[in-house]
């Protein structure tokens, strides 16, 4: 890998490290500091991080590559794979609902958009590839969250009251928890205008071979798009979408 500099000296040389214990296969700090011609005292400062971050360990007086590091592969190809496997079905799910489709993934305490599938109703919903939503309120955040152990939930949400969007937004995570239950025994999730006002929403997650979430597919619309006698069909049309997803991950 070239020697790039960018205007963050410390993470071109977390690069740079990372980028030789790959190709040296585990390395001492002599090593290290000396081949990359890095200084000696803030090298081993950077690599005592690197290590308590996860993102190098260390074996006696050799470093490798750490788990963390193939934890991140791991999540980034399956969500760079998951958009161009994810989207034919999008498209069959919009047009059998005729109403806008998501693709999400968890970012640190938000859920994000990385696809998106336009229906051809005049009146529609403003969402954007990279827009962010709150885990609490929108479908795709709780069909996300739903599935993961309490103490992670409880890291990702970790304050008792929950900020209020609108009338039917959920405000205290004793009230989201029962909420999460509901999604799991259903096996999917409903934004009944919790996120914006006169927006709809069911979503669901797609799992990998851990039965960890690592993505969600949502439909949305506003109240005659997505009525209430719909819900029950158009939830199972959605979770099939994600079950079909699923399989491609095991």
Not at 16 to 44: E, V
Request: proline share 4%; aromatic share 8%.
């Amino acid at each position: 890998m070239p020697n790039i500099q960018t205007l963050v000296p410390a993470l071109d040389k977390i690069v740079r490290i990372c980028d030789y214990l790959d190709n040296h296969k585990g390395a001492t700090f002599s090593q290290i500091f000396q081949d990359l011609n890095l200084p000696k005292s803030s090298t081993s400062t950077l690599l005592n991080a690197l290590v308590m971050h996860g993102i190098l360990r260390q074996d006696q007086n050799q470093y490798y590559l750490g788990l963390k590091l193939h934890e991140w592969g791991d999540k980034s190809l399956e969500q760079f794979d998951i958009t161009k496997i994810a989207e034919p079905l999008m498209s069959k799910l919009r047009d059998q609902t005729n109403l806008t489709c998501h693709l999400g993934v968890l970012d640190g305490l938000y859920s994000v958009y990385i696809a998106k599938i336009e229906n051809d109703q005049a009146i529609g919903i403003r969402t954007w590839i990279g827009k962010k939503l709150p885990l609490h309120s929108s479908g795709i955040g709780k069909a996300l969250i739903a599935w993961l152990p309490d103490e992670k939930i409880d890291q990702l949400i970790p304050e008792d009251k929950l900020v209020k969007y609108t009338d039917t937004t959920i405000t205290s995570k004793k009230q989201l928890k029962k909420e999460l239950a509901k999604i799991r025994s259903q096996g999917w999730a409903y934004d009944n205008q919790e996120d914006v006002k006169g927006v709809h929403c069911i979503a669901a997650p797609i799992f990998n071979k851990n039965h960890e979430p690592i993505a969600a597919i949502s439909i949305s619309g506003v109240l005659f798009q997505l009525p209430v006698e719909k819900i029950e069909k158009y939830s199972e049309l959605v979770r099939k979408a994600c079950q079909q997803l699923t399989s491609k991950f095991q």
